[in-house]
């Protein structure tokens, strides 16, 4: 019940592409869902989030859909770049004492 | 602001020693939360801890420990090193505790256990 499930692993995209990574969950009371940028050597940051009151939101090149019916949810990078090429977490959670629970991870490597 | 600070940053043990973790959150964040990354697995949660009182837990051994400082500074203590304790530790600090406050990680502490 706690699962989040993504994909791709791993993913190679050309500069100027679209990266998709896709998550899904099975605990429909999970209410906050961010998405989180790792890079080498690093802890992960947050990158963008959403609530299940909106279907998208958008934050420049970065779009996160949101499918409540389905129980998925996806970033779209857009207009991908080299120095985009990280770790993506997405991750599930709840209001109050409640764990954040992690998908494991999508390396992206965007190539010139 | 001075971001999260973990130390060390690495980290050489040997099976069955054990060992402590520091965690100095950001000012004024008083959640403190703790990850084990190792690949494949991505992040597994350890342990939430707010006002110096561990607020959850997550499905680790009773080797894992930690305990928070009046400060919120945080410790994480591992007893009876495994090899599988090999992984990435990561702190991340919130301004609240529980699920949708967004945290903030330090870069981590790399242990390896020989």
């Known amino acids: 019940q706690q699962q989040v499930k993504q994909s791709p692993q791993s993913l190679i995209v050309q500069k100027g592409g679209i990266s998709i990574i896709n998550c899904a969950y099975e605990n429909t009371a999970f209410d906050y869902f961010p998405w989180y940028q790792q890079f080498p050597g690093k802890g992960p940051a947050l990158l963008i989030a959403?609530?299940?009151?909106?279907s998208e939101k958008k934050e420049g090149r970065f779009t996160i859909s949101f499918n409540k019916s389905a129980k998925q949810f996806s970033l779209h990078i857009m207009d991908s770049q080299p120095g985009d090429s990280a770790t993506y977490f997405c991750?599930?959670?709840?209001?109050?004492?409640?764990?954040?629970?992690f998908g494991t991870g999508t390396k992206l490597q965007v190539i010139p | 602001k001075a971001g999260v600070t973990q130390t060390p940053r690495y980290l050489i043990k040997t099976r069955g020693q054990q060992v402590t973790l520091s965690c100095s959150p950001i000012s004024g964040h008083r959640s403190v939360s703790w990850y084990q990354q190792t690949p494949g697995q991505g992040l597994q949660f350890l342990f939430e801890?707010?006002?110096?009182?561990?607020?959850n837990k997550g499905n680790f051994p009773g080797r894992f420990s930690g305990r928070q400082f009046s400060n919120s500074r945080s410790e994480m203590n591992v007893s009876t090193l495994e090899l599988g304790d090999s992984a990435l530790y990561l702190c991340a600090s919130s301004l609240a505790p529980g699920g949708d406050s967004p945290l903030h990680f330090g870069n981590g502490t790399r242990l390896t256990v020989t």
């Open positions: 801890y707010f006002s110096e009182t561990q607020r």
């Open positions: 991750a599930a959670s709840r209001g109050g004492y409640q764990k954040v629970t």
């Open positions: 959403i609530r299940p009151d909106v």
